[in-house]
């Protein structure tokens, strides 16, 4: 039976195995990324008097280091890491947890699209809500899911939102026909010039030029693509005492009657047309329709209206103040200057439409053979819901910040890259790029108590406590660095001293049981 010091040595034998296979699996983990190194912490033995020796040490806790890692660049798009707290969250396969966490950000895409981790897990994070973004603001879902990389573009869209960011210069004159000599009737806001800009195929076209034009390719529910053109014209400064009225040359009448408000109007002419292979040219192919029944607007000879006017008006701070278009979007061609309402065409039968108007227009048997070809309600005529709210007019020169539409046709996925809120954003061969997904984060009060399961990853457990999920750079998360891996974070060097010191203590400790194998022999020896 062996004395009080042969097992006090036994265990400092079994800690400092303990000890060596800790460092063993640092070292043998020093390249594995997302790896976190351990360390074993021993404690003392002891019960009795104060005067008792010991009864020699256990391995008290094996307690993880969550310390950063070395963040190295792999230019690999599909690489990510963590620079702070936080975990990546993924779906387990397994079916055992709800859901599994690591830091190695080493993912893919498997064949249906999805991004995962290495081994299969489904990486987790917030979908774009598409009802509720806009072509400038993403807006995400609040509940993890997976991310499927492919989804959104397997079917085209068809427009039914544009938006305008434009400058436009308040400084330009005021626009008229230059083929007209006569001021009473070259006036950009006589009935015949506006005649000629809202049916160009028959009244027209207005024989003065744009002060600004942008175009825009939009899209059919098939994907087809049309070409709708925005012309903008200085139309008129309109002082406090007017608009209740025009006279024959356009302007406005002013009797002291007016509304009070100086602003300055500026007409806006949308059409839509489609490339003919044959000519390689573009021809007209949109004609005005009812937003409601997506029947054809005609004039009352009949003609059908290529051309949307609106009225833009601006306050003398250059802000756009509202919008404004005819009240049922046709005139006569009798030059009676009556709409089809048989209302004088003057400023006090424009409607206020506010900055969203919404333009409907039926296209011409689009090559695409869509019957609905820009998604409208009524299966017939294209409606898009045009947003003018960023349209300034400060003096000095045009600037076009940008046009967007929301409309696409089918593309397959090309790249992709993440930024540092961890927002997706990925590249499609149709040209677009949109932010697909937010990734999700995790964390745990105690993350030493985590289950771990290999491969880098760790499941909830009761002692860890309940998950706490946000998203990168929020609520104390961590960033995302995208095209790098986070390493793991062992100290070689390090752990050969530790290793040094682990094995002395096991030297010494076998010492000790061989001094007391040799003071046993000398006692049998007696």
């Given at each position: 039976?062996?004395?009080?010091?042969?097992?006090?040595?036994?265990?400092?034998?079994?800690?400092?195995?303990?000890?060596?296979?800790?460092?063993?699996?640092?070292?043998?983990?020093?390249?594995?990324?997302?790896?976190?190194?351990?360390?074993?912490?021993?404690?003392?033995?002891?019960?009795?008097?104060?005067?008792?020796?010991?009864?020699?040490?256990?391995?008290?806790?094996?307690?993880?280091?969550?310390?950063?890692?070395?963040?190295?660049?792999?230019?690999?798009?599909?690489?990510?890491?963590?620079?702070?707290?936080?975990?990546?969250?993924?779906?387990?396969?397994?079916?055992?947890?709800?859901?599994?966490?690591?830091?190695?950000?080493?993912?893919?895409?498997?064949?249906?699209?999805?991004l995962?981790?290495?081994?299969?897990?489904?990486?987790?994070?917030?979908?774009?809500?598409?009802?509720?973004?806009?072509?400038?603001?993403?807006?995400f879902?609040?509940?993890?899911?997976?991310?499927?990389?492919?989804?959104l573009?397997?079917e085209?869209?068809?427009?039914?939102?544009?938006?305008?960011?434009?400058?436009?210069?308040?400084?330009?004159?005021?626009?008229s026909?230059?083929?007209?000599?006569?001021?009473?009737?070259?006036?950009l806001?006589t009935t015949?010039?506006?005649?000629?800009l809202?049916?160009?195929?028959?009244?027209?076209?207005?024989?003065?030029?744009?002060?600004?034009?942008?175009?825009k390719?939009i899209?059919?529910?098939?994907?087809?693509?049309?070409?709708?053109?925005?012309?903008?014209?200085?139309?008129d400064?309109?002082?406090?005492?007017?608009?209740?009225?025009?006279?024959?040359d356009?302007t406005?009448?002013?009797?002291?009657?007016?509304?009070?408000?100086?602003?300055?109007?500026?007409?806006a002419?949308?059409?839509?047309?489609?490339?003919?292979?044959?000519?390689?040219?573009?021809?007209?192919?949109?004609?005005?329709?009812?937003?409601a029944?997506?029947?054809l607007?005609?004039?009352?000879?009949?003609?059908?209206?290529?051309?949307?006017i609106?009225?833009?008006?601006?306050d003398t701070?250059?802000?756009?103040?509202?919008v404004?278009?005819?009240?049922d979007?046709?005139?006569?061609?009798?030059?009676?200057?009556?709409?089809?309402?048989?209302n004088?065409?003057?400023?006090?039968?424009?409607?206020?439409?506010?900055?969203?108007p919404?333009?409907?227009?039926?296209?011409?048997?689009?090559l695409?053979?869509?019957?609905?070809?820009?998604?409208?309600?009524d299966?017939?005529?294209?409606?898009?819901a045009?947003?003018?709210g960023?349209?300034?007019?400060f003096?000095g020169?045009?600037?076009?910040?940008?046009?967007?539409?929301?409309?696409?046709?089918?593309?397959?996925?090309?790249?992709l890259?993440?930024?540092?809120d961890?927002?997706?954003?990925?590249?499609?061969?149709?040209?677009?790029?949109?932010?697909?997904?937010?990734l999700?984060?995790?964390n745990?009060?105690?993350?030493?108590?985590?289950?771990?399961?290999?491969?880098?990853?760790?499941?909830?457990?009761?002692?860890?406590?309940?998950?706490?999920?946000?998203?990168?750079?929020?609520?104390?998360?961590?960033?995302?660095?995208?095209?790098?891996?986070?390493?793991?974070?062992?100290?070689?060097?390090?752990?050969?001293?530790?290793?040094?010191?682990?094995?002395?203590?096991?030297?010494?400790?076998?010492?000790?049981?061989?001094?007391?194998?040799t003071?046993?022999?000398?006692?049998?020896?007696?």
């Open positions: 039976m062996g004395v009080a010091y042969d097992l006090n040595a036994l265990s400092g034998i079994n800690a400092a195995s303990s000890g060596l296979g800790v460092i063993s699996n640092n070292l043998a983990n020093a390249q594995s990324v997302g790896f976190k190194g351990s360390r074993a912490e021993f404690s003392d033995l002891f019960s009795g008097s104060q005067n008792s020796p010991g009864n020699g040490v256990r391995v008290a806790a094996i307690t993880q280091d969550f310390s950063q890692g070395t963040i190295n660049g792999t230019g690999r798009e599909l690489d990510m890491a963590i620079d702070g707290e936080g975990f990546f969250v993924l779906a387990d396969q397994t079916g055992k947890y709800d859901n599994v966490y690591t830091r190695n950000g080493s993912f893919k895409l498997d064949k249906d699209g999805f995962t981790a290495q081994e299969g897990n489904q990486v987790q994070g917030y979908l774009l809500n598409e009802s509720l973004s806009t072509e400038s603001t993403p807006v879902e609040t509940t993890l899911s997976s991310i499927d990389l492919d989804a573009n397997r085209p869209k068809a427009t039914d939102e544009m938006s305008f960011d434009i400058n436009l210069d308040g400084q330009e004159a005021n626009n026909d230059p083929t007209d000599s006569n001021s009473t009737t070259n006036s806001g015949t010039n506006l005649k000629a809202v049916d160009p195929e028959n009244s027209g076209p207005y024989a003065g030029f744009p002060d600004f034009s942008t175009n390719i899209h059919d529910s098939l994907g087809g693509e049309h070409r709708l053109t925005t012309n903008f014209y200085k139309r400064v309109v002082n406090a005492n007017s608009d209740v009225g025009q006279n024959a356009g406005y009448i002013t009797d002291g009657t007016g509304t009070g408000v100086k602003y300055t109007s500026w007409v002419q949308m059409t839509i047309e489609d490339y003919d292979e044959t000519t390689g040219t573009y021809v007209t192919s949109g004609h005005q329709a009812d937003s029944t997506g029947a607007i005609t004039d009352n000879a009949g003609n059908n209206l290529a051309g949307a609106y009225e833009l008006r601006y701070s250059g802000n756009l103040i509202d404004r278009e005819p009240d979007g046709t005139l006569d061609t009798a030059g009676t200057g009556r709409d089809d309402d048989n004088p065409l003057d400023e006090a039968n424009w409607s206020t439409t506010g900055i969203l919404t333009m409907s227009f039926v296209i011409d048997q689009p695409t053979g869509a019957t609905d070809p820009l998604g409208s309600a299966a017939g005529n294209v409606s898009i045009m947003d003018f960023n349209m300034t007019q003096s020169s045009y600037n076009l910040r940008g046009v967007t539409q929301n409309g696409f046709k089918i593309g397959d996925l090309v790249g890259s993440t930024g540092l961890g927002t997706i954003e990925a590249r499609y061969s149709n040209g677009r790029s949109i932010p697909v997904a937010r999700g984060i995790a745990f009060s105690d993350k030493n108590a985590m289950e771990k399961l290999g491969g880098q990853t760790y499941a909830e457990t009761f002692s860890s406590g309940t998950v706490q999920l946000g998203s990168p750079q929020e609520n104390g998360f961590g960033t995302i660095q995208a095209g790098s891996l986070e390493y793991s974070n062992v100290d070689v060097a390090g752990e050969l001293v530790n290793m040094i010191q682990t094995q002395r203590t096991y030297q010494a400790s076998a010492q000790v049981i061989s001094t007391s194998q003071l046993t022999q000398t006692i049998l020896n007696l």
